[in-house]
């Protein structure tokens, strides 16, 4: 059964950062593309970032600089480093596969980030 | 900015059909953005409804159908449930690497 748990969620102070995970199961991470969506308190979704097959990757404007997203085959987690974050990066963090056909699949439950002073 | 469109809001009566669409603020959509639908529940992660335009994902019902309708994607719900009431959410791919969400629709069923 293909599952994926996000962790790494919390309180971090404006300017600071967090590196949040996602751990999977039952299929093979280095072998998909694989994307995080996040959701303010209240919104809509809103696509943040992809890693393709060779380790390309894409992001949303509003994140491009301060993100990274990566992931470690040993572990067969996906990752996203968060640098430099603001009170509007508060959100939950969905991580999803994000399959050869463009669309998102098999998403976890989510992490809640708060950045807040 | 591409903006992808949908409707705020929507109701239908149980057993009743409803579409929703998403649209683009400039332009049209056709099946070369591979228009896909989701449905979120409130406190849950969201589900796979259609990819593609209009293959359904695994498990989902058949009364979930997805199309082009004029300019826009759309999302057919035929035969509305209680469990239906949901935010819709569509996602257009815009080419390198870049996937942009809709706004989301909420759909009540009453």
């Known amino acids: 059964e293909v599952q994926l748990v996000e962790s790494g969620g919390g309180l971090v102070r404006p300017g600071g950062s967090l590196r949040l995970s996602c751990a999977a199961s039952?299929?093979?991470?280095?072998?998909?593309?694989m994307s995080w969506v996040r959701q303010a308190p209240g919104k809509g979704l809103e696509w943040v970032s992809v890693?393709?097959?060779?380790?390309?990757?894409y992001y949303a404007d509003s994140v491009k600089g301060r993100f990274t997203i990566s992931r470690d085959n040993s572990k067969n987690t996906l990752y996203l480093q968060m640098n430099s974050l603001r009170a509007e990066d508060t959100a939950m963090y969905y991580c999803?596969?994000?399959?050869?056909?463009?669309?998102?699949?098999?998403w976890g439950q989510g992490t809640l980030v708060t950045v807040s002073s | 900015q591409t903006v992808v469109t949908q409707e705020p809001a929507f109701s239908v009566s149980p057993g009743g059909t409803v579409t929703l669409t998403c649209g683009l603020s400039?332009?049209?959509?056709?099946?070369?953005?591979?228009p896909s639908w989701y449905q979120q529940t409130p406190g849950q992660a969201p589900r796979t409804l259609i990819y593609?335009?209009?293959t359904r994902s695994s498990g989902v019902p058949d009364r979930f159908s997805g199309s082009i309708l004029g300019n826009k994607a759309a999302l057919t719900i035929t035969g509305a449930q209680a469990d239906d009431e949901s935010d819709y959410y569509c996602?257009?791919?815009?080419?390198?690497?870049?996937?942009?969400f809709g706004g989301g629709t909420k759909l009540t069923v009453l």
């Open positions: 996602v257009l791919y815009m080419g390198s690497g870049i996937s942009v």
């Open positions: 039952g299929f093979i991470v280095k072998n998909n593309y």
């Open positions: 400039s332009g049209s959509v056709s099946t070369s953005y591979y």
């Open positions: 593609s335009t209009n």
């Open positions: 890693i393709y097959g060779g380790d390309t990757t």
């Open positions: 999803a596969i994000y399959t050869v056909t463009d669309y998102f699949d098999n």
